[in-house]
DNA sequence: CGTAAAATGAACGTTTTTTATAGAAATAAA
DNA sequence: TTTATTTCTATAAAAAACGTTCATTTTACG
């Protein structure tokens, strides 16, 4: 069996299982069990997975976060009132900043007749601006496979260079108490950067966000207008603590 | 067997399957090992598929498949031999600049096995990378649509953080007095700064850039060491200016 | 036809990959 | 804790695959 053709059998193992023993990928393979833990060495430092006494485990994320792809097209119709009810706020001459995520990328279509500058960490979101000829900055930092945002410290340094009128944040969980909350905290310093650096912060959000706790705290309520297409009764508790904005 | 045939059968196996074992197509070919070998070499350097250590895999670069019946672009044959070039000089644990551009990208599919660190100002880049998994930091900057880079003083200023080991550099013109120049300053001012930053740059152009001026000057010929698939006559009169390696 | 160019397959030394093994480290059992 | 067992790393030997060269065959073309 070929090197790379025991790679991926490996990595399919692991995708199916959180953790493989070295006896399980050795029957599977064929191979000995030198090869397999030159495997494994190599799988290692190419970042695929973590070696562990006794086999290997999977290395993304522990705190789970659907992907990209199955995040989009859930809510396809909340989503669109959102961007709308987000776009309606921005006007010529503005310098507004997007963050990654799905309910910011339906924004960008909205743009397209409005004379403003757009600064994003998202890479899909860079590449659907470009398309729309919006003109656009990036912020430059390390780039994250899941979500494919630019991160960490270095984003953060990155986007102190500039100033918004208006931020646009997406996020994971909105709660009276804990505030806003998103999965991975390097995410939640690149979104807390931002309410810092604007005028005017909104966060995107469906119904099935509100009361949502998770893992890194971003900023409390206050912080940040909220934008969602939940009713007036789930909103009614968060309209004490900041503005709510009914986008249906 | 014709060789056309022979091609076409390789072609459609790795269709199937990921990779595909030298034994496999030899037995299903009835052709001679050594045949196979040059088979596979001359459909890796029409950037048809990737040699690996007992057989070849797919190349996932390449998005639409030109039919190998005609003769294959010339200029397509060439930035594979300079981006396969350009790989062999990267090694583990080297952080790697790659500029935005057609060769630079081409290099992509040849580092997955890499234990690296890439940064690049490159959209496109950015997200090929993405794709085969490699750890990656992109330059924050102004996005400049006609080639998808990030680009200006904030390109700069994002890059002035990192230190690279190696950078690879596309380039417009090479000439023996004017040195390395490119269309637009914006560019210009990244490509200088790369050079700054790293301990070794290389340019990769293929024969047509050669005796060529742009408008903006890069840097002059000592600063990097060019690459390219022009004969040794074509070369003579840089070598004496700095190092020029042969990709052919 | 006949010659030149291209393609093929076998041979051979080199490089890469795999396997086996022995001692160290980690885990489990007494 | 001490002892036994398993798993690990490092290294050396074996096997497989590689590129190169060269004689032979096939194809192209006058």
Redesign the interface.
């Known amino acids: 069996m070929?090197?790379?053709?025991r790679h991926?059998l490996i990595l399919e193992l692991l995708a199916r299982e959180e953790v493989v023993k070295m006896q399980t990928i050795v029957e599977q393979t064929g191979a000995s069990e030198s090869t397999i833990r030159r495997d494994l060495s190599?799988l290692e430092?190419?970042?695929?997975l973590r070696r562990v006494h006794g086999g290997a485990t999977a290395n993304h994320m522990q705190i789970d976060e659907p992907s990209y792809i199955e995040k989009s097209d859930r809510f396809v119709e909340e989503k669109n009132q959102i961007a709308r009810a987000a776009a309606d706020l921005i006007e010529d001459g503005m310098y507004v900043y997007l963050d990654a995520g799905t309910t910011t990328l339906a924004i960008v279509p909205y743009l397209e007749q409005k004379a403003i500058t757009v600064v994003t960490n998202s890479?899909p979101l860079?590449?659907t601006?470009?398309y729309h000829?919006i003109?656009?900055?990036?912020?430059?930092?390390?780039?994250k496979?899941s979500t494919?945002a630019?991160v960490g410290y270095?984003a953060r340094?990155?986007m102190l260079?500039y100033h918004f009128d208006v931020a646009f944040l997406g996020m994971n969980g909105v709660h009276p108490t804990q505030g806003f909350t998103t999965p991975d905290p390097e995410e939640a310093l690149v979104k807390k950067t931002a309410i810092e650096l604007a005028k005017k912060s909104y966060v995107l959000v469906d119904e099935t966000k509100l009361d949502e706790i998770s893992f890194s705290r971003v900023a409390p309520l206050r912080a940040a207008t909220i934008i969602t297409t939940a009713s007036n009764e789930q909103t009614a508790k968060y309209s004490q603590y900041t503005e709510v904005v009914n986008a249906k």
């Open positions: 070929l090197t790379k053709k991926q190599q430092e190419a970042g695929h890479l860079a590449n601006l470009l000829r003109p656009t900055f990036v912020v430059g930092g390390q780039l496979h494919q630019l270095n340094e990155g260079i």
